[in-house]
């Protein structure tokens, strides 16, 4: 395997918004309480964005702190990709709002939507760019405001997403060092079991029916069904190609889409605990920015070290789900 110029990470940055919510809250907004919502889902609290705290404002806060600990500018950006299905605007994309907002003059920016799997898909991308010219710097970062896409009366949805961004910088590692392999896959004829409609996705003149809103809808236990064992797939299949197993990986960073979800991940892929990091408590499913949040607490935590094997799996709408191996 080519192990020389792979895209390898150089900084990591997060940006939550203040307000925190918690399941006592969600008790006095819709039917339900603090134990359904721990036990279902093992989510305690989650983050609210605010006044300010729009979608590319915490893309922002996010790429700057990674770009700080990267030690580079903007300046030497020639890339930002923002993975996010909750933008403030549709046009422009958030990347350009963020391209803008940083003076990353020398980049070219753009939205990537892969909903939850967004942030794996980017850094494929990111691999992809970096493999044919190694010295490009990229800042990928995965953002969500998905209180601004959920119906505050659905008991079903409205417990479970939060708010926030995550980021990192990119550029080729030394040898061995570096995203090792990718397995991304889709399926769109499941689309009606996860989806949001735009606001106005249809002409109003030629649609006589509403589209009901543009919440997120979801059919939890098919997703749920089909999240483990996507992702049970999708890395068994990436482990055996690159002749690997779970014993040699150091950290698994899964999307944190649900506690339940993880625990049977974690018993199906045989992965102890204590090598999963795990989040999902304290900031719910923030989509496309909960691998890049995970990882800067990881390794802020100092829980990864040069050349330790990184795993990363995720599962979202679209379907779309996949894994990555990376040497840290
Ligand atoms: O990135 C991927 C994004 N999506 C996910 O990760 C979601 C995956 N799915 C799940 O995590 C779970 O399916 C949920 C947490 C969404 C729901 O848990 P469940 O064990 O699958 O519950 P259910 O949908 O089968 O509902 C069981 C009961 C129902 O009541 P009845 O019909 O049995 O009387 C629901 O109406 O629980 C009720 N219920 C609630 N009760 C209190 C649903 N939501 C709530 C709630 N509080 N918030």
């Known amino acids: 395997m080519n192990m020389k110029n ?24 819709v039917n339900t309480s603090d134990e359904w919502i721990t036990t279902r889902t093992g989510i305690h609290t989650r983050r609210i964005a ?105 008991r079903n949805t409205c417990i479970l997403f939060g708010d926030g961004a995550g980021a990192c910088v990119l550029t080729g590692g030394r040898e061995g060092q570096g995203v090792v392999d990718a397995n991304l896959r889709s399926d769109g004829s499941l689309w009606n079991l996860l989806y949001m409609h735009g606001p106005e996705s249809q002409n109003p003149a030629l649609v006589s029916d509403d589209n009901g809103g543009s919440f997120i809808r979801m059919a939890g236990r098919d997703v749920f069904r089909y999240a483990v064992k996507a992702m049970e ?28 979800i993880l625990n049977k991940l974690m018993d199906r892929l045989t992965v102890p605990r204590e090598k999963v990091y795990i989040n999902v408590d304290k900031y719910g499913n923030t989509s496309a920015a909960s691998i890049p949040i995970a990882l800067d607490e990881a390794s802020s935590l100092g829980m990864l070290r040069r050349g330790d094997l990184v795993l ?11 894994s990555m191996l990376m040497n840290w």
């Open 6 to 29: 792979r895209a390898a990470v150089i900084g990591t940055g997060v940006c939550l918004p203040e307000r925190v919510l918690t399941n006592f809250d969600l008790e006095k907004m």
């Open 50 to 154: 605010g006044k300010g705290e729009e979608n590319y404002r915490l893309a922002v806060r996010a790429g700057q702190v990674a770009l700080k600990q990267a030690g580079i500018s903007a300046h030497e950006l020639s890339l930002v990709i923002v993975a996010t299905f909750t933008p403030h605007m549709i046009m422009p994309s958030c990347a350009c709002f963020v391209q803008a907002e940083i003076g990353a003059d020398q980049a070219f920016a753009y939205d990537l939507n892969a909903a939850c799997s967004g942030f794996l898909y980017g850094l494929d991308l990111a691999d992809a760019y970096i493999s044919r010219q190694p010295d490009m710097k990229i800042l990928l970062i995965g953002s969500e405001t998905l209180s601004a896409r959920v119906n505050w009366e659905d």
């Open 233 to 260: 797939e999708a890395v068994t299949t990436l482990l055996e190609r690159n002749g690997v197993t779970i014993d040699d990986v150091c950290l698994l960073i899964p999307h944190q889409a649900n506690i339940r």
């Open 312 to 322: 990363f799996c995720s599962f979202g709408g679209g379907f779309t789900w996949g």
